[in-house]
């Protein structure tokens, strides 16, 4: 099992750049694959990206390809989310999520962090 704790989250300017974090316990973190998903108000919960367990393998959601980077740092047990040229769109709930298959939908995962407010002001 893992525990998942998202930081990071806040009130930017469209434009901005802003990182989040995600810290996870256990000491099996390094056999999950994790993934970035996020839930605007009034709409589902969609995927933004995903990394598997090696940091080998990526994928990104349409919406941020060439925006946002994931990355992991196993030693640590954290996972990152880099976010560039935020647009307004891009507000949401951010949660990060911990999965043994990699995959972009959201039922595939098995543990979920609180999620970290983001807010892009235009």
């Known amino acids: 099992q893992v525990q998942l704790v998202e930081s990071g989250g806040g009130l930017v300017q469209a434009g901005d750049s802003r990182q989040l974090s995600c810290a996870a316990s256990g000491r099996t973190f390094s056999t999950y694959v994790m993934g970035w998903f996020r839930q605007a108000p009034g709409k589902e919960r969609e995927f933004v990206a995903v990394i598997s367990w090696s940091a080998g393998s990526f994928t990104y959601a349409d919406a941020v390809k060439g925006r946002f980077t994931i990355s992991r740092d196993n030693a640590k047990n954290m996972v990152y989310l880099q976010m560039n040229s935020l647009k307004s769109e891009d507000t949401a709930v951010y949660y990060c999520?911990?999965?043994?298959?990699?995959?972009?939908?959201?039922?595939?995962?098995?543990?979920w962090g609180q999620g970290t407010q983001v807010t892009v002001s235009s």
């Open positions: 999520a911990a999965g043994y298959k990699y995959d972009i939908s959201a039922s595939q995962y098995d543990y």
